[in-house]
């Protein structure tokens, strides 16, 4: 049922206007790295590097593309001068599997402490 996908959903934005997040059930750690880098001002996903499937599309316009895609590589250089100022974010899983791979998950998006 959509409500709890949508608690789900709306973590990283509560994450970027409050103090503190804990998901007691992180998995690979989707929600809090990405509150992690929302709270910083870290544009999703910009830093992955992945093309996008609206870029296919018969009507995609290139330049408007890359002038979004200009603004974002401005705000992630602000992003990345606001790295220390995350707020307190907790993880956790009973599957160690799931915490090794939010960990590695984390370094590689730049928000492991």
Known sequence: EPPDRVGA???PDAA???RALVDPFCG????????ALLSIGMPAHFLS???FALQ????FEPGTWGAVMGEMARRAERADARRG???LIVASDRDAGAI???QAN???AGVAD
């Open 56 to 59: 296919r599309w018969p009507a």
């Open 100 to 102: 090794t791979s939010a």
């Open 28 to 35: 690979s750690g989707t929600i809090p790295i990405e509150a």
């Open 49 to 51: 590097g992945r093309s």
């Open 106 to 108: 984390a370094r590689g």
């Open 16 to 18: 970027s206007r409050f």
């Open 9 to 11: 959903a709306a973590a």
């Open 85 to 87: 100022s995350v707020p």
